[in-house]
């Protein structure tokens, strides 16, 4: 569930690849390093925390199989329900 938060959507129901890749481009956009360089040493360290957080949920959630490994392994879906787009 911790991934699906990082990209700022809910886990039911269950966000399609379209969803979950606007997702992180949205956060990608505000948070990326090179978009923050001329913010403050203490802003910059936390929107790189969030890109990192969010590049790995997507890293994750855009795999089909990582995807359906996850929902299996960390919100104790049945295999049907992890299934789902």
């Given at each position: 569930?911790?991934?699906?938060?990082?990209?700022?959507?809910?886990?039911?129901?269950?966000?399609?690849?379209?969803?979950?890749?606007?997702?992180?481009?949205?956060?990608?956009?505000?948070?990326?390093p090179d978009r923050?360089?001329?913010?403050?040493?203490?802003?910059?360290?936390?929107?790189?925390?969030?890109?990192?957080?969010?590049?790995?949920?997507?890293?994750?959630?855009?795999?089909?199989?990582k995807r359906r490994?996850?929902?299996?392994?960390?919100?104790?879906?049945?295999?049907?329900?992890?299934?789902?787009?």
């Amino acid at each position: 569930m911790k991934l699906y938060k990082a990209l700022g959507l809910a886990h039911s129901p269950p966000p399609t690849p379209a969803a979950i890749k606007e997702a992180f481009v949205s956060i990608s956009l505000i948070s990326h390093p090179d978009r923050v360089k001329d913010l403050p040493a203490t802003e910059q360290k936390a929107a790189l925390q969030r890109f990192l957080k969010a590049k790995n949920a997507y890293e994750i959630l855009k795999d089909k199989d990582k995807r359906r490994e996850y929902d299996l392994r960390f919100n104790n879906l049945s295999p049907a329900a992890a299934a789902a787009p």
